[in-house]
């Protein structure tokens, strides 16, 4: 885990997570847990649900409880043994929904990240100008709050520079290309900014070609999380809101369809060449 992007809550959240699936992976019931570590069923739920802190002993007892693999259990019971209890993301709280604290605060943990988009680019991809122009363009950010926004979602990043960069794998839809967010400059700007991405070794971006009509990704935009010591996750995220995909079937479905649709892209020799076409077109 990335240390320096530590956040409890976020910590509480993946912890939690590992203990119900562990636990229902064992076909145990709260009650059951509750009786191995002498306390109420009640606890067993804030433990699971991440509203309390888990402690090391607590978790390792219930994890050797439920057959869990000795290597897994280290793991777990090291990250609820992390000490540091600041939220890198604090300067930001004001102007971030509560819904979106636990996803940035998972973000900053995660080692890896697969994005599907098909209407704008990625956060951890976006340059300072698109970001603005994104966000004065909407409702979901009062507009006397976008410059602070706009700043955590430069904080947010960890392509470029990160004593741990996130490994990022994302496919845009062609039309998220075309899409003439802050005008020429800025679009210009900003397919400049995903060519120089494109040449680092822990980024890969593939463009998908509107002339494939259906692939997996059709119905709906996701994200999958990856971390070194927890379990992935799913994200899907709405207008006030957003959806966290736990159950591991499911994961698996969406880390399934994630593979289905980088093959259904261009390969990322041609999806620089698509981009640089834009620019190209752009400064005509």
Known sequence: MTDHRSDPAALRFLIGYDLRVSREK????????AKILGCNQPKINYLESGKTQQKPDEVAALL????????????ITSLAGQADRTTWWAPFSEV????FRTFIGLEGLASGQFAYRSKVIPGQMQTENYATAVLEGGLQIALM?????VRSRMARQRLIGDPQPLQMVAVLEEAVLDRMIGGPIVMREQLQHLIDLMRLDNVELRIMPTQVAVHDGINDEFMLLDFESARSIGYLEFAAGALYVQDQDQVRL???MADRIRAAALSPSESADAIA??????QE
């Open 26 to 33: 064992a076909g145990m019931k709260q009650a059951d847990a």
């Open 64 to 75: 050797r409880a439920y057959g869990t693999e000795v290597e897994h259990v280290d793991r």
């Open 96 to 99: 971030l929904p509560d819904w």
């Open 145 to 149: 709050d976008v410059p602070q926004v």
């Open 254 to 256: 969406y880390k399934m």
């Open 277 to 282: 076409a834009r620019i190209a077109s752009l």
